[in-house]
């Protein structure tokens, strides 16, 4: 019998395979154990991601949430006719009206110090907020109103719960007397939790309780409408320019290469280059949202160029030939038919390099971009914050009540960011061409 022969023969039905079968069936056992094992890797790899980014998400709305409400304090405010002038009521004494109302709800309360103590269980702001509405309707005046007053940061920290009133007095920052002060408020009805408006409509403040996001929100805005103002034609026309017209050779291999690069320097280097070009050199006003704009188109320009040049290369040359074939000229093809048909990609890249610049900090920081401001700017040349210097500004604060409102700016900054996203998928998805 033939080695062929033996290697083929089998003993009967149900007998073992030879050894080349074995071998084959080891083999593919293995490569199925190596797929299955790579396919746990990379699911592995998926829920730890999810898990991280849900770990992170949830501490930001555990942290951030108290922010989202706002303790209202209720006062009895009596406007006498006798003590406000109709013709000028701004020029009233607000602070005692505001006093007088808050006392009166404390009359075994003598002591000036004590007293004092109760005024700090409502913003120290309350006496414009007073004011300020008085203004607004003056109406008012003569007549007793019930008026709701932000409550101090102290006292909204107590009524949300995040300060253990069985602590000992020395390790918390609210006294015993407040928090009795405070028990007969409730017991009147006179306390109450509200959502926090005033986080999307107020500037900044160095009091946690009317500190908001609007100014932030509005120097952001800002700054981005002058990054796309600058970003956008002048990345569509390098983008058009390299792709379309510029000759093959050394110079635009070595343009291409910078651009590249310039991708991925860091933002810093960029907030080093405003500072020395546009304030230094320029003379361009500090904290300015144009400057900041500036800096930001800078950053987000090689993102463009990069997004718009693969946006124009994924237009089938078919599309350039028959244009060319019936007469058009070079430019013509390339503003009437190649840009049209890559204009969803470019966009796409244009708002993902949007939504990366209006996370940036750090170039912003650098030209001054995190100022104290109370007030939002009312143009681009005047100064302004930003939501990621409004964060890192509440951060390094050392008051507790912006603990929570850091994390509430970063959950709305996160949104923004997220809106922008779906925007740029939704566009990918809406005007994207199969060939």
């Known amino acids: 019998m033939s080695s062929l022969d033996q290697s083929l023969k089998v003993s009967g039905p149900g007998a073992a395979p030879d050894d080349a079968a074995a071998q084959r069936d080891r083999r593919s056992r293995r490569r199925k154990t190596a797929n299955l094992r790579f396919k746990l890797y990379g699911l592995a790899a998926i829920v730890f991601a999810v898990g991280m980014l849900a770990t992170l998400v949830v501490s930001l709305i555990m942290t951030g949430y108290p922010a989202f409400t706002q303790t209202m304090v209720r006062l009895d405010i009596e406007l006498p006719a006798s003590e406000i002038d109709a013709a000028a009521p701004s020029d009233a004494n607000y602070g005692k009206f505001f006093r007088d109302a808050l006392y009166g709800l404390f009359p075994e309360v003598k002591s000036p110090p004590q007293r004092r103590n109760i005024a700090r269980l409502v913003?120290?702001?309350?006496?414009?907020?007073?004011?300020?509405?008085?203004?607004?309707?003056p109406s008012m005046i003569g007549k007793t109103h019930s008026i709701e007053f932000t409550a101090s940061d102290i006292l909204n920290q107590l009524h949300i719960g995040a300060i253990d009133r069985e602590l000992p007095s020395d390790r918390r920052s609210i006294s015993d007397a407040q928090i009795a002060w405070y028990d007969k408020l409730v017991a009147q009805g006179r306390i109450r939790a509200v959502f926090n408006t005033a986080l999307f409509t107020e500037a900044d403040s160095r009091h946690p309780e009317i500190a908001g996001l609007w100014g932030a929100i509005t120097g952001s805005f800002y700054a981005l409408m002058v990054c796309f103002i600058l970003s956008f034609p002048m990345g569509i026309a390098a983008a058009v320019y390299l792709e379309e017209f510029a000759p093959k050779n050394r110079w635009t291999d070595l343009?291409?290469?910078?651009?590249?690069?310039?991708?991925?320097?860091?933002?810093i280097v960029f907030g080093l280059?405003?500072?020395?070009?546009?304030?230094?050199f320029f003379g361009l006003p500090r904290s300015a949202p144009l400057v900041g704009g500036m800096v930001l188109a800078l950053m987000t320009l090689p993102t463009i160029i990069i997004a718009g040049r693969a946006a124009i290369k994924a237009v089938p040359p078919s599309i350039r030939d028959a244009a060319l074939g019936v007469g058009a000229s070079a430019q013509q093809v390339a503003w009437h038919h190649t840009l049209p048909l890559a204009m969803p990609g470019i966009l796409t890249g244009t708002i993902i390099g949007l939504a990366q610049a209006l996370g940036e900090t750090a170039p912003l920081l650098l030209i001054g971009m995190n100022a104290f401001i109370t007030q939002q700017p009312g143009g681009i040349l005047e100064p302004a914050t930003a939501l990621p210097t409004q964060i890192y500004i509440w951060a390094d604060s050392p008051e507790r009540g912006f603990v929570s409102r850091t994390s509430a700016a970063i959950l709305v900054l996160l949104g923004f960011l997220v809106l922008m996203n779906g925007v740029a998928v939704w566009m990918r998805k809406r005007f994207e061409r199969r060939w």
């Open 273 to 280: 280059l405003g500072l020395a070009v546009f304030l230094n």
């Open 123 to 137: 913003t120290q702001d309350a006496e414009y907020m007073l004011r300020d509405t008085v203004v607004a309707y």
């Open 255 to 267: 343009i291409e290469i910078n651009i590249n690069n310039l991708a991925a320097v860091p933002s």
